[in-house]
T-cell receptor, first 114, second 108 residues
């Protein structure tokens, strides 16, 4: 009965490849997020969707494309992977989009680009 | 200058000690304030929200000083299980902005 789940947990791939990470939440929340945590441990928001609509799109290379097929799912596709994309990617969800409510995070996907 | 600044530590303290973490934020328009906790190689989890009047949850006390743009977290009677990274978080324009985190190691 995991609240926010992500797959895969680990992803090791070569530069130039395309990969996807999937996220699902069973909390009934209307807002989902993608965050990137780099090697210095800074956690930064990349995207946010509210009811399947993109509401936050930070300065992220357009090689990153999020897709939200429904409120419970938010996937992240990354094209032409680069070494600098190596990081832990966390999905999160919350009820409401104003940043006032608790965000629940998934376990993270550790991406290593070789 | 980073929007949310924290001393990364580590803070090494013995069990039973009282320890305090501080955090400053640069945007005076920040609206909401939180402390999240992140265990090694795990996801962040909300520890507590921070209110202007200060708030307490068991051994944990959070304070907010809007005039100085300063947030603090006090942990009393530290337990081994308190060892983690504590992330100071503020909300700006609907986004959570995370500090780098302060690492706490509680030793027996």
């Amino acid at each position: 009965d995991t609240a926010v789940s992500q797959t895969p947990k680990y992803l090791v791939t070569q530069m130039g490849n395309d990969k996807s990470i999937k996220c699902e939440q069973n909390l009934g929340h209307d807002t989902m997020y993608w965050y990137k945590q780099d090697s210095k441990k800074f956690l930064k928001i990349m995207f946010s969707y509210n009811n399947k609509e993109l509401i936050i799109n930070e300065t992220v290379p357009n090689r990153f494309s999020p897709k939200s097929p429904d409120k419970a799912h938010l996937n992240l596709h990354i094209n032409s992977l680069e070494l600098g994309d190596s990081a832990v990617y966390f999905c999160a969800s919350s009820q409401g989009s104003g940043g006032y409510n608790e965000q629940f995070f998934g376990p993270g996907t550790r991406l290593t680009v070789l | 200058r980073k929007e949310v600044e924290q001393d990364p530590g580590p803070f090494n303290v013995p069990e039973g000690a009282t320890v305090a973490f501080n955090c400053t934020y640069s945007n005076s328009a920040s609206q909401s304030f939180f402390w999240y906790r992140q265990d090694c190689r795990k996801e962040p989890k909300l520890l507590m929200s921070v209110y202007s009047s200060g708030n307490e949850d068991g051994r944990f006390t959070a304070q907010l000083n809007r005039a100085s743009q300063y947030i603090s977290l006090l942990i009393r009677d530290s337990k081994l299980s308190d060892s983690a990274t504590y992330l100071c978080v503020v909300t700006n324009t609907g986004k959570l902005i995370f500090g780098q985190g302060t690492t706490l190691q509680v030793k027996p």
